[in-house]
């Protein structure tokens, strides 16, 4: 009985079409020359639903709600059905694709070009492809067989070929087709197609007819044609059953074959006669939908009618067999309950396993049985029963019981086996080089990095590898024969670094090119142990690393000898260089539930090598894998995972991972990513380049590099108060890099630095001055906590003008504590510089250079103030007077008249200001505030430049030029010539003081080391106590440190400690030293008794006023309140 034929309606512009159904049978998708694809409920949709995926489209595949298209721009996209939104691009060719399909189970898709290659690539990780070479002409179509062994492919060369895919080898190859040099021009475009289920035959288009091939054997079985068609065959498809194969060509014909019987059960002609080149069965197999070459759809409807044709009289009489042999067992009250429990189930739409999947049982069930019985519904109630029957007892055995046989549809069945039904395993991520990107293209990048380029070219033509370099000072481009086959690059300001898989006859090879060596020979080679492949390299300051497949890293120096080799906790995934330091992420377990399960370990390979970070996890984000691994131009450790996700090494917070940004909130569209260059903290700036559809950027043209802001995830950064919170730990984070260089021997840009921190206390004043206004002012004292001491005294100030003096009595608290904490600081930096000074001034000593020292360093100390208040001066603005005013509220008396007035720098005071002794820090008294002005921590650098550093340099120097040791001769050499310049230029009150000091020298006991002779001159404070009845403890912990070592750790244990315990300890160190301190007084003033001049008051004054340390908070705070001009 003839099937019914709708009529054509428009789809597409004039041109190629492609069509086909999705896996439900509810739309129709089709593809056309004018670069849509649309999507239809039905044939007769006026509101389609398009997606444009190039200028043309010339092949579709729909499978588990994915569309894969071939356009135009030589790529293979994939889009989400039936949303379309982009979901990435597939692969790549270097012209057209022809032709994609997917495989039985929709994990796989295989694509031919005009290129002539053949792509296998998996849907869920798109790096994972195989090529297959091997036609000499553009590929025409290629279809997967059902059970994902093998692949077939035709060609314009005339054959047809069939892969086994996993050895990517030709199994057979039947030269059957006409020779053409393009797509266009080919007569057929020979779709193939494999018989769904077993696989048994193979369907090729030649010229008028199809030929059967049998699956194993490769043999020519069988031939279908029809008198009526003679002109060529374009497409073929099979039902899904796998009986009937549709045929459709030039002319407009449409024809379907009975493939057993080899007859022809349907004919039927494009309405016009238009070549038809697109065909798809419904997945019932009752419709058949198809394009033609002027952009028109059309569709056969009713199909299931003729899968009952008279014409298949030999499958007819077993069913009838059956029927009769069922009617015996049952009666019809049976039949009537079986068809009310059974008849959803033999609905293909709700069980497709009502049909014959393994095609074995075709003499005794038709393989269109279910949908004979869904089309014979209505006039054949026994064919009915019949399927019923026979579904039952196929699914739960042969029971005479019919109650049994009613009720088993509802139970499900039971397994044979335990099931595990907990999260499953992530197949674990594959080694990659970060800053490449993926190997199976022909033109790749094999590195990117902030030195230079290495591109690698792998086609017919050329095997090479170009190097360039951004700066071209480092080297000159150069263009290497890749000979060896190398896949993974590296490349530095000292190195090129390269690496190859092995082979059946050669071992893994790692290549280094030195250009920087200064000899001849500027290039080594080092073979690997067999079985041992490379699977990630790094280069770094004078070292080279490779992790290999036997979770081994081997270093090497950049010369070429071996050095250290350790052994990997899990398989490598990346691995990053910079400096002295190595990066390496690994698996240290199996992820589940799309997670990856990483470690990574940090290690510093300097003088003396240590792991800082000890194999902890790496943070990724849910269901996401790791993408790019490196450092900043800084030197800190960063990586970016799949979702966009940057994080950077927190170092002040235990080595934790911060995310800093998120690439994906700057991204237009969901396919769309950025492949990231380059990291660096000052300026703040992530380098990237955008890549439009796509995970990585293609090598030509060059693509451009963005820039992309940071910015911490807080909360509410839209309000004003999260976005100064956002900016200050921002900062804050940006600002460690300056320790950990200055820690390691490096330069660091002081400049740079004390603006970070000038922009810090800037944004904690408006945060405390937001919180003021907001009548918070518990966190006005949380963020004093965070402020500076200059910054806090500008806090007391604004809480004291605002009349909030309960607030300005807690910050005094803070402030005092502060100072308190500056001076332990500096101690423990004269205490360090002493004790560098010890093995080079015994000398020093027997001739009396330290009688003077103290008197230097007051000198010293008040020339340093005087510069810092001058400099102060130039940047006040209109409170510059009262700034003056209150030089230090908490070491004057609220009754002193005396107003602190900037004392005069003599010329011989300012020869050079910037000079300081090997201590680094002035002398202040234990537990006094220094006295400085309130803008001196934004004004100022605080840390002074080293005797050999840049101080007086403008330009920026680069963040990792190497630091000279400094060299102690020089430094004592530097402090005699300052200590004797200034004993022949002191004035006469100084002279009569030092030859008193010197006449009452034989009282004072004598000092075995200049160290005991700084501890006896000046009082101690409550740290040195601490520090005398702690030092064993410290010692018996750890006693491999050096003194410098022990009190830097007696430092931080101090600081520890509740501010409680500090004050106890500072007032145990008051009372120690209250005798001394009037001694020490009574002795100035019987020298300085009879000098009367102005300079001698005023130290005098200032002497008296930083003796004095115990005040009255009222006191301190008349300072600043009610104080008006």
Not at 16 to 38: E, L, M, N, Q
Not at 641 to 656: A, H, I, K, P
Not at 761 to 790: G, I
Not at 1016 to 1036: C, D, H, M, Y
Request: include cysteine; charged fraction near 25%; hydrophobic fraction near 35%.
């Amino acid at each position: 009985m003839p099937c019914e034929r709708m009529p054509m309606r428009y789809g597409h512009s004039e041109g190629h079409t492609d069509v086909c159904f999705d896996d439900s049978g509810k739309f129709i998708v089709s593809c056309g020359s004018d670069g849509d694809v649309r999507i239809w409920e039905s044939l007769d949709d006026d509101d389609s639903k398009s997606i444009c995926v190039g200028e043309k489209a010339y092949s579709l595949a729909l499978k588990n709600g994915k569309l894969v298209t071939a356009a135009s721009n030589n790529t293979v996209q994939i889009h989400t059905f039936p949303d379309g939104d982009p979901d990435g691009i597939l692969t790549r060719f270097t012209t057209n694709p022809t032709h994609v399909t997917f495989n039985s189970i929709g994990s796989r898709v295989a694509a031919g070009s005009s290129d002539f290659m053949v792509k296998v690539v998996e849907v869920s990780d798109s790096s994972q492809q195989k090529v297959f070479r091997g036609h000499d002409a553009p590929v025409l179509s290629v279809t997967f067989d059902p059970k994902d062994e093998f692949l077939a492919s035709a060609s314009c060369d005339g054959s047809v070929v069939v892969w086994n895919i996993e050895e990517q080898t030709q199994a057979t190859s039947w030269p059957v087709l006409q020779k053409t040099n393009d797509v266009s021009n080919a007569k057929s475009l020979c779709r193939l197609a494999w018989q769904p289920g077993a696989g048994k035959l193979l369907a090729v288009p030649v010229d008028s007819k199809v030929h059967l091939y049998e699956r194993g054997s490769w043999d020519h079985v069988s031939t279908l044609s029809d008198d009526l068609v003679t002109q060529p065959i374009n497409a073929v498809a099979w039902s899904p059953s796998g009986q009937f194969l549709a045929a459709g060509g030039v002319g407009g014909f449409l024809t379907v074959w009975d493939v057993d019987s080899k007859l022809c059960v349907e004919r039927q002609k494009q309405e016009k006669g238009y070549t038809v080149c697109g065909l798809a069965w419904h997945p019932s197999g009752n419709q058949i939908v198809y394009s033609d070459t002027q952009g028109s759809l059309g569709l056969l409807d009713g199909l299931s009618t003729s899968s009952s044709h008279p014409s298949t009289k030999a499958t007819k009489a077993p069913a009838s067999k059956v029927a009769k042999d069922y009617d015996d067992l049952f009666d019809d009250d049976d039949d009537r309950l079986m068809d009310e429990g059974l008849s959803d189930t033999n609905s293909p739409a709700k069980n497709p396993v009502a049909g014959d999947e393994d095609g074995d049982d075709d003499d005794v069930v038709p393989a269109t049985g279910r949908v004979r019985n869904r089309g014979a519904f209505l006039d054949d109630e026994n064919s009915l029963d019949t399927g019923s029957l026979k579904l039952g007892l196929d699914k739960y055995g042969d029971d005479d019981d019919a109650g049994s046989a009613i009720v088993a549809p509802a139970a499900p069945a039971v397994p044979l086996r335990p099931v595990y039904e907990g999260p499953m395993p992530t197949p674990p991520q594959k080694a990659f080089q970060s800053g490449s990107t993926p190997a199976h293209l022909t033109h790749r990048f094999m590195m990117w990095n902030s030195v230079g380029i290495v591109r690698g070219y792998n086609d017919e033509q050329d095997n090479a590898i170009d190097v360039e370099f951004h700066d071209s000072a480092v080297h000159h481009a150069m263009h290497l024969t890749n000979s060896l086959g190398h896949s993974m690059a590296d490349v530095s300001q000292e190195a090129v670094l390269l690496a190859c898989p092995s082979t059946d006859e050669l071992a893994s090879k790692l290549q280094c090119l030195h250009f920087s060596s200064w000899d001849t020979n500027k290039e080594w080679m080092v073979d690997l142990p067999k079985g041992e492949d490379v699977k990630a390299l790094c280069l770094g300051q004078g070292w080279a690393a490779a992790a290999t497949s036997a979770m081994m890293l081997r270093l090497f120096s950049i010369g070429g000898i071996q050095r250290e080799i350790f052994s990997l906790p899990g398989p490598v995934v990346c691995m990053a260089g910079h400096g002295e330091q190595l990066l390496i992420v690994y698996h240290r377990a199996t992820g589940f539930d799309g997670d990856q399960a990483l470690g990574v370990q940090l290690l510093q390979l300097a003088q003396r090598k240590r792991q800082v970070i000890h194999g902890e996890p790496l943070p990724l984000s849910r269901k996401s894998y790791l993408s790019w691994l490196g450092f900043t131009a800084e030197g800190t450790p960063c990586y970016i995972d799949s979702e966009g996700v940057v994080r950077m090494l927190n170092r002040s917070l235990g080595n934790t991972w911060t995310p800093v940004c998120n690439t994906r909130e700057s991204c237009k569209g969901k396919s769309d990513h950025y492949w990231v260059v380059g990291v660096h903290e000052n300026p703040e700036q992530l380098r990237c380049i955008p890549c439009k559809g796509s995970r990585y950027p293609p090598t030509l043209p060059r693509p451009a590099v963005a820039i992309l802001p940071f910015k911490l995830p807080l909360c509410q950064t839209t309000t004003e108060k999260g976005q100064m919170e956002e900016q200050f730990w921002r900062s804050v984070l940006f600002q460690n890099h300056y320790s950990f260089l200055s820690s390691s021997g490096y330069e660091v840009d002081d400049q740079a630095q004390s603006q970070a921190e000038k922009k810090q206390q800037e944004l904690l004043m408006k945060m405390f001055a937001l919180s003021c206004k907001l009548e918070r002012e518990f966190r006005c004292v949380e963020l004093a906590e965070l402020m500076t001491q200059n910054a806090v005294t500008l806090a007391i100030r604004y809480a004291s003008r605002s009349r909030r003096m309960a607030l300005a009595q807690r910050l005094s608290e803070i402030a005092l504590e502060k100072a308190n904490q500056m001076n332990e600081e500096e101690f423990v930096e004269q205490e360090d510089s002493s004790i560098r000074r010890t093995s080079g001034y015994s000398q020093a000593e027997a001739t009396g250079y330290h009688y003077n020292n103290r008197h230097h360093q007051e000198e010293e100390e008040e020339q340093r103030e005087e510069l810092e208040e001058e400099e102060g001066r130039d940047m006040e603005t209109e409170d510059a007077a009262e700034n003056r005013k209150r030089l230090n509220p908490f070491a004057k008396r609220g009754s002193s008249p005396e107003k602190p007035a900037l004392k005069p720098i003599s010329k011989e005071g300012r020869v050079n200001p910037f000079k300081v002794l090997g201590s680094g820090r002035s002398s202040a008294s234990p537990g006094q505030p220094r006295v400085t002005n309130v803008l001196d921590s934004m004004t100022s650098v605080k840390k002074l430049a080293p005797l050999s550093g840049s101080a007086g340099k403008t330009n920026k120097s680069p963040p990792l030029k190497p630091l000279a040791p400094r060299p102690k001769a020089k430094t004592q050499s530097t402090l005699m010539q300052m200590t004797g310049s200034k004993t022949a230029n002191k004035k006469a009150p100084q002279n009569v003081e030092s030859a008193e000091d010197k006449m009452k020298q034989p009282e004072v006991p004598p000092t075995p080391s200049p160290v005991d002779n700084a501890e006896n001159k000046r009082p101690k404070t409550g740290f040195q106590l601490w520090l005398e009845e702690n030092r064993k403890s410290i010692v018996a912990d750890q006693p491999d440190l050096e003194e410098t070592d022990i009190i830097k750790e007696a430092m931080g244990r101090f600081r520890i400690l509740s501010a409680e315990e500090r004050l106890s300890w500072t007032e145990r160190a008051k009372g120690q030293t209250v005798d001394a301190a009037d001694l020490k007084k009574r002795k100035r003033a019987e020298g300085e008794g009879g000098a009367e001049n102005e300079n001698a008051h005023v130290e005098a004054d200032e002497s008296v006023a930083k003796k004095k340390k115990s005040l009255d908070p009222s006191s301190k705070l008349s300072a600043f309140a009610f104080n008006k001009n």
